[in-house]
């Protein structure tokens, strides 16, 4: 009777350690409610840029490229986010890598054509988008930076835990 008290002592112990497990895995209130501003604000972002598209068939060249790219870029941050919140996880090191790669794909492709305004003289309001948007690209080289660093750690880690599996195989 008293290893029957033990064994179940240990399975309510492995238990209660299993959903501490889950729960530090699951995405915080906030990590939520910042998840979930940004899948907002991406859906305003490509709303507009849609709707300008659609409704308005004179707009020249240029403008309905950045219109579609600003779309494109919005669908695709609605879709990371919409990943993390239907997961409820945190997000595994290899999807912060392609977080981040979008995070810096979008900046970039904000930078480049006004960077290409402020050269042709477009004034202050294409300097300040020029330096808002770097900000935002040394922002997300950073957060790049970071993923990669931890995504190589983890599978360096990997393979070491192989690496002793083997050995304590054979």
Do not use: C, K, N
Not at 7 to 30: I, Y
Not at 67 to 72: K, M, S
Not at 88 to 97: I, T, W
Not at 161 to 167: D, G, H, K, P, T
């Amino acid at each position: 009777m008293t290893a029957d008290r033990h064994s179940s002592a240990d399975a309510a112990s492995r238990s209660l350690e299993a959903v501490r497990l889950l729960q530090a895995q699951e995405l915080s209130r906030g990590a939520r409610a910042f998840h979930a501003m940004v899948f907002l604000a991406a859906l305003g972002v490509t709303s507009m840029a849609v709707a300008l598209l659609l409704t308005e068939p004179t707009l020249p060249a240029r403008t309905v490229a950045a219109l579609a790219l600003t779309a494109l870029g919005g669908v695709a941050w609605m879709t990371v986010t919409a990943f993390v919140l239907f997961r409820r996880r945190v997000m595994p090191a290899r999807h912060r890598v392609v977080a981040a790669w979008l995070a810096v794909v979008a900046t970039t492709a904000f930078v480049a054509p006004a960077a290409v305004a402020a050269g042709r003289g477009g004034g202050t309001l294409a300097m300040a988008a020029v330096v808002v948007g770097g900000v935002g690209l040394v922002v997300a080289l950073r957060v790049l930076l970071i993923a990669r660093r931890r995504l190589r750690a983890l599978e360096a880690r990997r393979a070491e835990l192989a690496a002793e599996l083997a050995r304590s195989a054979s």
